[in-house]
């Protein structure tokens, strides 16, 4: 909590990545890449609650392992390559106070962004 202000992290994790498949489990040094988010966003004392929400259930079990929850499947509807990370952030803050019984003040995520840059 910070200020009186609960906060949900969501890691949005989709298994079907077209550029490198199954990226977010890819091994680096021994851990899954997705391990090193996790412990992240475990070390930040603020966070009320952090899971990840993904369409995979290997992703899930990796994620159980490394004590980071996943209370639900994200849907097939929201796991294709045009769908917008606002809609599954809205689809994990909408379940996520369904199932834990709370409201959320901000939510902070993983989608990281790309400036692409013109060569003059």
């Known amino acids: 909590m910070y ?3 609960k906060i949900l992290a969501v890691i949005l994790a989709r298994s ?4 490198i ?3 977010n489990i890819i091994k680096i040094k021994k851990k899954p890449l997705l391990n090193y988010t996790t412990g992240l966003i475990k070390r930040i004392k603020i966070i009320d609650k952090a899971i990840i929400s993904t369409d995979s259930k290997k992703y ?3 994620a159980k392992k490394d004590s980071v929850e996943t209370p639900f499947l994200r849907s097939k509807k929201l796991s294709g390559d045009n769908v917008s990370d606002d809609i599954c952030l809205l689809d994990a803050l909408i379940k996520c106070e369904k199932i834990y019984k709370k409201k959320f003040d901000f939510v902070v995520t993983n989608i990281t962004f790309e ?3 013109r060569c003059n």
């Open 3 to 5: 200020k009186q202000k």
């Open 16 to 19: 079907g990545s077209k550029g």
């Open 21 to 23: 498949r199954n990226k």
């Open 60 to 62: 899930q079990k990796i």
């Open 115 to 117: 400036k692409k840059r």
